[in-house]
Every structure is written in structure tokens, then in C-alpha cells.
């Protein structure tokens, strides 16, 4: 989508090595997300940040870390990929916090296979 | 903890009406979306609706908010095989930081 761009595409890694999962922004938006999608359970949140340097975690943030540094970038870091690490990995934009109704601009999405 | 429910798959005709259910369990929702999700891409927003909100209608989307029972629907008129996705309910609640809870997504699928 414009305005937020996931990379790599696609990844396939061997157990046990480190992987980063970029995510990069040009709205300015305050809020970011990483989100693993897998079949059966729609998607789980990892982490979420709420401003450069405040992170937070999700309902499956187990072997995940993140950082942001700077507005546009979040990053989402598996230190010791796991085959259960298998799956889409999303990442979402959002311009405001409770005050909702404007839902998240989503990214294209991550396939990392884990080997 | 907050549970998201979908039927996993739903099979419609071109040009009936598709309805897609979502039950959900945490009653302070304060926001509930609906989004779309076609192969290989990311989530789209189509439409969504606030708590004290019954009902909203978008063109060919309606929306049905049944707050006691905590039910939401999502009607399609006039399904087209463009239709052809994952459709995904999701709740944000007070205090949640906007951190939204998907359900499990519906698979559509329009047969002509």
C-alpha cells in the first residue's frame, strides 16, 4: 500500500539464525504494528510502538524484539529464528489511538519460511 | 482476553447477497472493522462501524450491530467473483492503544 513498505518480501532462513523485518512509513503516523498471520488464527499481535523509543508487546511477542528509532522505521527482530516463526508477518500504520474509527493502513506483508 | 469468532468459509452465487457473521466477547468495543484481505496482498479496510451505531451502509455494504448479543455482520449485495477474499472482523476497545483484535477471517468465495 502507499505510504508503508515491508521488506524483505519474502525470506527463507535456516533455524536458529538471527532475521530483521523492516518496516518503513511516509505518513507520519504515530502508531505501528507487526502482526504474524497464520491459518486458523487470523492475525496475532507481536508488538506495537507508540512513538519513537515506546514499544510495547502483543499477545505472541515470545522469540520477537523491535525498535524504533526514528518515526518511519520499525523493525521486528527474530534473535533465534524457530520453525514455529513460519508465517506471514504483516505490518500496519495507524494516525491515532483511541480515538479509532480509522483502522490501520496495512503493509504487503513478509513471507518468512524458517528451514 | 479478547476472542474474535468467523465461520472459516462461505460459498455464494454471483450476484446473490453474501453475509458474513463475527462474534465477539469483550462488550467494551468501542470500534468494529471489517476487512478484506485478497491473495498475496495485505488487509484493506472496507468499512467500519462505532459501538452505538446499529446499523451502517456503504453502497453495497451493510453493516449490523447487535451490541447484546455481541454479533456483527457484514451483508454484500450483489456479490460479484471481484468479491472473491478473506474478509476479517476486528474490535478496538477503550484503553486498547487502537490495538485491534482480528477474528479468524472468512473465506468467500463467488461462483458464477
Known amino acids: 500500500d502507499a505510504g508503508i513498505t515491508q521488506s524483505p518480501r519474502h525470506k527463507v532462513t535456516e533455524t536458529g539464525t538471527p532475521v530483521t523485518l523492516r518496516c518503513h512509513q511516509t505518513?507520519?503516523?504515530?502508531?505501528m504494528y507487526w502482526y504474524r498471520q497464520d491459518p486458523g488464527h487470523g492475525l496475532r499481535l507481536i508488538h506495537y510502538?507508540?512513538?519513537?523509543?515506546?514499544?510495547d508487546k502483543g499477545e505472541v511477542s515470545d522469540g520477537y524484539s523491535v525498535s524504533r528509532s526514528k518515526t518511519e522505521d520499525f523493525l521486528l527482530t527474530l534473535e533465534s529464528a524457530t520453525s514455529s516463526q513460519t508465517s506471514v508477518y504483516f505490518c500496519?500504520?495507524?494516525?491515532?489511538?483511541?480515538?479509532?474509527?480509522?483502522?490501520?493502513?496495512f503493509g504487503s506483508g513478509t513471507r518468512l519460511t524458517v528451514v | 482476553g479478547e476472542d474474535v469468532e468467523q465461520s472459516l468459509f462461505l460459498s455464494v452465487r454471483e450476484g446473490d447477497s453474501s453475509v458474513i457473521n463475527c462474534t465477539y466477547t469483550?462488550?467494551?468495543?468501542?470500534?468494529l472493522y471489517w476487512y478484506k484481505q485478497e491473495p498475496g496482498a495485505g488487509l484493506q479496510l472496507l468499512t467500519y462501524?462505532?459501538?452505538?451505531?446499529d446499523m451502517k451502509q456503504d453502497q453495497r455494504l451493510t453493516v449490523l450491530l447487535n451490541k447484546k448479543d455481541k454479533h456483527l455482520s457484514l451483508r454484500i449485495a450483489d456479490t460479484q467473483t471481484g468479491d472473491s477474499a478473506i474478509y476479517f472482523c476486528?474490535?478496538?476497545?477503550?484503553?486498547?492503544?487502537?490495538?485491534?483484535?482480528f477474528g479468524t477471517g472468512t473465506q468467500l468465495k463467488v461462483e458464477l
Open positions: 500496519a500504520i495507524s494516525e491515532s489511538g483511541d480515538k479509532g474509527g480509522h483502522g490501520y493502513t
Open positions: 505518513e507520519n503516523h504515530r502508531y
Open positions: 510502538s507508540y512513538g519513537v523509543k515506546d514499544t
Open positions: 469483550d462488550s467494551s468495543s468501542t470500534y
Open positions: 462501524i462505532f459501538s452505538n451505531m
Open positions: 476486528a474490535e478496538t476497545f477503550t484503553g486498547g492503544g487502537n490495538k485491534l483484535t
